[in-house]
Nanobody, 121 residues
Framework: QVTLVESGGGLVQPGGSLRLSCAASGNIFRIYNKRWYRQAPGKQRELVAGITSGGSTNYADSVKGRFTISRDNAENMVYLQMNSLKPEDTAVYYC???????????????WGQGTQVTVSS
């Protein structure tokens, strides 16, 4: 069993910053791609940023230049540094990882429970 736990969400004023963290624990053999998604009320869940095991990154156009995704492979962590936050960034943020639990198993996507980010004055 694999568990992902996000932290770092909260209330911040427009223009402020937050750093989200996501820790994976459990029976982990290897982790490949790591991603952050978000879902605002009444909207579909959308991909915010992703990072491969080799460190290549991709971002939604709406967050390019403001958000930075990073990973710590040794600690099974992924981070999302969010700067210049806007009210439209308000959402529940979820981490997602592609995990292999043994040398004979396939890749499976796991999700965290989400952390609320609210940008408001």
């Amino acid at each position: 069993q694999v568990t992902l736990v996000e932290s770092g969400g909260g209330l911040v004023q427009p223009g402020g910053s937050l750093r989200l963290s996501c820790a994976a624990s459990g029976n982990i053999f290897r982790i490949y791609n790591k991603r952050w998604y978000r879902q605002a009320p009444g909207k579909q869940r959308e991909l915010v940023a992703g990072i491969t095991s080799g460190g290549s990154t991709n971002y939604a156009d709406s967050v390019k230049g403001r958000f930075t995704i990073s990973r710590d492979n040794a600690e099974n962590m992924v981070y999302l540094q969010m700067n210049s936050l806007k009210p439209e960034d308000t959402a529940v943020y979820y981490c997602n990882m592609d995990v292999v639990v043994s040398s004979s198993s396939g890749v499976r996507a796991y999700w965290g429970q989400g952390t609320q980010v609210t940008v408001s004055s």
